[in-house]
């Protein structure tokens, strides 16, 4: 098969496709319902399904910590819920990754700002330059890392 999903589960997240049909990324789609912005599940799902079976579909591992405010923590893990959802619905073989994993397997210097990640995934799949959110240059480098892990190739 060799196919990845790359899954940068934010607002300002993004999804990644590596393999057999090229290299894609998404933003993370999402809609506006009432005065809320929410990740969309049918658009998300249509991508994923759109991209055929994978081997992985590997998901950045996020905690509330990195989010501001209980409203931002709250809106933040009810968009995370609902690509997991989506993943769980379409039973698509999944895990998750933490940060400090797939940027030290990928050599990102330990603290890195978002710049950074996009140069690395800019390096990695040029054919992308200049068109990257940090989002889905984040989405992209965890799907790389997920080719990596199952080709044997992932080194920490």
Not at 52 to 73: F, H, Q, R, Y
Not at 103 to 130: N, S, W
């Amino acid at each position: 098969m060799t196919a990845f999903l790359g899954i940068d589960p934010g607002l300002d997240g993004a999804i990644a496709y590596v393999g057999r049909y090229g290299t894609h990324s998404w933003r993370m789609p999402t809609v506006k319902i009432g005065t809320k912005r929410m990740v969309n599940t049918q658009a998300v799902r249509q991508i994923i399904i759109d991209q055929g079976p994978v081997d992985l579909v590997m998901i950045e591992d996020v905690n509330a910590g990195a989010v501001k405010s209980v409203m931002s923590a709250f809106a933040f893990g009810r968009g995370y819920g609902r690509v997991e959802a989506v993943i769980e619905c379409l039973d698509r073989p999944y895990t998750y990754i933490g940060s400090h994993i797939w940027t030290k397997a990928l050599g990102i210097t330990r603290g890195a700002g978002k710049p950074e990640h996009i140069a690395v995934a800019e390096r990695l799949f040029p054919t992308l330059r200049g068109e990257l959110t940090d989002g889905q240059a984040d989405a992209l480098l965890i799907a790389e890392y997920a080719r990596r892990v199952h080709s044997g190739r992932a080194v920490a």
